[in-house]
Nanobody, 130 residues
Framework: QVQLVESGGGLVQAGDSLTLSCAAS????????MGWFRQALGKERELVAA????????YYPDSVKGRFTISRDSAKNTVYLHIYSLEREDTAVYSC???????????????????????WGQGTQVTVSS
């Protein structure tokens, strides 16, 4: 049984940094496409960071590039999302997702499409106050 469990969310101040963790069981993250998504109240779910299967290619949408970093610790089977200079607009539920099937397409679509991910965590709330 595959499980993805996020942790590290909470109430933070604008300008702070935060690291979210996604601990995986039942699959090997280094063999999986791993993505972090967020969904703010009343908005659609959006990708904020992804890392490729088998390699170390990372992808970030322009909206967060430079402030978000995804990393992977294969020994701990855990993926991290580091967020710097938090803004109120970063307030959302952050979820990690794993894709184990091969997928093709332009990078933006390949990593952003939720259909390319097979397993999802429950999410962790991040609230940024000013």
């Amino acid at each position: 049984q595959v499980q993805l469990v996020e942790s590290g969310g909470g109430l933070v101040q604008a300008g702070d940094s935060l690291t979210l963790s996604c601990a995986a069981s039942g699959l090997t993250i280094s063999n999986s496409r791993m993505g972090w998504f967020r969904q703010a109240l009343g908005k659609e779910r959006e990708l904020v960071a992804a890392i490729s299967r088998f390699g170390s290619f990372t992808y970030y949408p322009d909206s967060v590039k430079g402030r978000f970093t995804i990393s992977r610790d294969s020994a701990k089977n855990t993926v991290y999302l580091h967020i710097y200079s938090l803004e109120r607009e970063d307030t959302a539920v952050y979820s990690c997702a794993a894709g184990v099937r091969p997928a093709n397409g332009a990078r933006s679509t390949l990593y952003s499409s939720t259909s390319n991910y097979d397993y999802w965590g429950q999410g962790t709330q991040v609230t940024v106050s000013s």
